[in-house]
């Protein structure tokens, strides 16, 4: 039974598409994630989300929002996709407090913009 | 500001040990992890090491930090053509934010 699932795997579409990726954790965390992996295989932050706070980095554009029904899904929604976009976005879970926040990763999305 | 830094590329002969170095700025971080991505995969939790810890032990893996000088390292002992893959250094700042993940470090295992 898989931890933390996103959806779909790959995805292509074309510039100027308005996309979404789901992410669902089944183990009870409290916060979410989503993360940007370049061509370089460099991982930057996107945002963190708990039932408190949405935590977004400043760096990301505006065209990206997450969106989360409940605290089991955290999904991400692209606004005017641009070649730049094309990417590996991973979701990903952690339980607050306690200091440990180790990660739990998805699998990831493989986003190709053409 | 938060940042950590690694090699990009190690190259070792199988059987051989591989060591991963990785420093890191933040001294607020309790827990410091290492990852490895398979090709086409997501990140896999190694082993994570917690601030107050010199050493960790784990079957092939040993973790050492050097808090006062902020370096992590990852030895990996016999190592074995399937430890390819990407390894990540990451530190939790203030132990309850995300973490901040270094550049990776690409292990090729030659047989």
Known sequence: DTAVSQTPKYLVTQMGNDKSIKCEQNLGHDTMYWYKQDSKKFLKIMFSYNNKELIINETVPNRFSPKSPDKAHLNLHINSLELGDSAVYFCASSQAGGGNTEAFFGQGTRLTVV | ?111
């Open chain 2, 1 to 111: 500001g938060e940042d950590v830094e690694q090699s990009l590329f190690l190259s070792v002969r199988e059987g051989d040990s591989s060591v991963i170095n990785c420093t890191y700025t933040d001294s607020s971080s309790t827990y410091l992890y290492w990852y490895k991505q398979e090709p086409g995969a997501g990140l896999q939790l190694l082993t994570y090491i917690f601030s107050n810890m010199d050493m960790k032990q784990d079957q092939r893996l040993t973790v050492l930090l050097n808090k006062k000088d902020k370096h992590l390292s990852l030895r990996i002992a016999d190592t074995q053509t399937g430890d390819s893959a990407i390894y990540f250094c990451a530190e939790s700042p203030l132990g309850n934010t995300p973490l901040v993940f270094g550049k990776g470090t690409r292990l090729s295992v030659i047989a």
